[in-house]
């Protein structure tokens, strides 16, 4: 029927509210009013807010940090090598055999 609401109707827009509402935090930062300034004088060159600037510049930085840690390129005699290693790692020596001996601190 149109324009009735029905309970399904209503409740998947309330879930949909609240999955938006979840989905998003605030950080909440102290920072020295020179480098704000600095901030909102570039985030101004940009036409952004703050906000955006700040956002957009944390997401890149954080995506360049998880990349440089996960992706590397080798070429194909050195990817050989690293499965090499890969497949057949050193016996455990001495030190090795000693670290995995020890009580963790956090069982101390």
């Known amino acids: 029927m ?3 609401s029905s309970p399904e109707g209503s409740g998947s827009a ?3 509210r609240s999955s938006a509402t979840e989905a998003r ?3 909440n930062l102290r ?3 020179g480098t704000r300034r600095l901030i909102d004088e570039a985030a101004a060159i940009l036409g ?3 906000t955006e600037f700040m956002i957009e510049s944390a997401r890149r930085e954080a995506m360049d940090v ?3 840690r996960r992706f590397f390129a080798l070429d194909p005699a050195r990817y050989d090598a690293f499965l090499d290693a ?3 790692p050193p016996a455990p020596g001495p030190k090795l055999r000693s670290l995995l001996r020890r009580v ?3 069982e101390k």
Request: net charge negative.
């Open 25 to 27: 935090g605030s950080i």
């Open 66 to 68: 998880l990349l440089d």
């Open 48 to 50: 952004k807010t703050r």
């Open 14 to 16: 309330l879930a949909e």
């Open 104 to 106: 963790p601190a956090w």
């Open 86 to 88: 890969l497949d057949n």
């Open 2 to 4: 149109a324009g009735s």
């Open 31 to 33: 920072i020295e009013a």
